[in-house]
């Protein structure tokens, strides 16, 4: 009897270590982060998907205009540069794997069925042609400088004149252009610079981190404004409206389009992404808790 009464549990013993670990399906983050996120309250986490998401749409649209308009602006060795033709079109695919890879964390975060396995290869392969695509990039770039080979910068981008990304400036341009009037500059930027610096004297020396958070998403929405109103100015001196008119830039157009709409949307886009992310910060402010906002402001606290 205690022979048979062995065996049968020797096959459950068995089958129970043999039986395999599940893991909690999420982002694969070491125990010290997931507990810090964990402990975040709810507001928080979606608000700072939603600011992770701004970024990852903000950069896929920056390379969309680089395959339409031709022309890229990243930041190199000596500053911002502007990469043209094919090279623009190279630039832009490292900037989508790296959106690519950055969307991975949203994905694992809020589609827990896609398994954080799944995510992680994905993001390390998005990784790694980010890497390849830039080393491509700046290699096409050396060798399209003046005397080289010429021809990876000719390509003129595939609707260098079209103007759907520059939206609402082509319809919407009398509305906004008054906000790039010349006695209005030095009140935007004096005004950012003052509650920017309430900002930060109420998130670091006051005990206000709700209003020290909306003080510096007004400042984000001035400087916002500010850079609309000079995307829309930078759209109507080109094209002759408004009775503005600007030689150099008519010509520009005429001789360079997809150049001049290039500079233009990426005015647009800096602005666009000031604004989104001033209107988070400001919800971020009316609608977190209190206590988050405190224990928040004792972490920056020097």
């Not at 694969?28 to 701004?54: H, I, V």
């Not at 020290?212 to 094209?239: D, E, K, P, T």
Request: a positive charge; hydrophobic letters at 55%.
């Amino acid at each position: 009897m205690a022979r048979s009464s062995r065996r049968k549990k020797n096959p459950r013993e068995s089958a129970t270590k043999a039986a395999p670990v599940r893991r909690s399906p999420g982002v694969n983050w070491p125990p010290a982060l997931r507990a810090q996120w964990d402990a975040l309250a709810p507001e928080r986490r979606f608000l700072g998907s939603c600011g992770q998401a701004l970024v990852v749409g903000t950069m896929l649209l920056h390379g969309l205009g680089g395959v339409v308009y031709g022309q890229l602006t990243v930041f190199m060795f000596e500053g911002f540069e502007d990469l043209p033709g094919w090279v623009a079109v190279c630039g832009a695919a490292s900037v989508w794997c790296l959106a690519a890879g950055w969307a991975a964390y949203l994905v694992a975060r809020h589609w827990p069925a896609m398994g954080s396995d799944r995510c992680e290869r994905w993001r390390l392969r998005a990784y790694a042609a980010t890497a390849v695509l830039a080393a491509i990039t700046l290699l096409l770039w050396l060798l399209s400088a003046p005397g080289m080979w010429g021809a990876l910068g000719a390509w003129p981008g595939l609707a260098p004149q079209s103007e759907w990304l520059l939206a609402p400036l082509p319809w919407a341009w009398e509305w906004v252009l008054p906000a790039a009037r010349d006695d209005l500059q030095l009140w935007w930027l004096c005004g950012a610079v003052v509650v920017g610096g309430l900002s930060a004297w109420l998130l670091f020396v006051g005990r206000r981190p709700r209003a020290g958070l909306a003080c510096m998403a007004l400042a984000l929405i001035a400087i916002g404004l500010w850079a609309l109103g000079g995307a829309a100015y930078h759209y109507v001196a080109s094209r002759g409206l408004a009775g503005v008119v600007e030689e150099v830039a008519a010509l520009n157009l005429q001789s360079h389009p997809g150049q001049r709409n290039a500079d233009t949307f990426l005015q647009l886009l800096c602005a666009w992404f000031l604004l989104a992310l001033g209107g988070l910060l400001m919800a971020g402010a009316l609608h977190t808790p209190l206590a988050e906002l405190l224990r928040s402001r004792q972490k920056l606290r020097p």
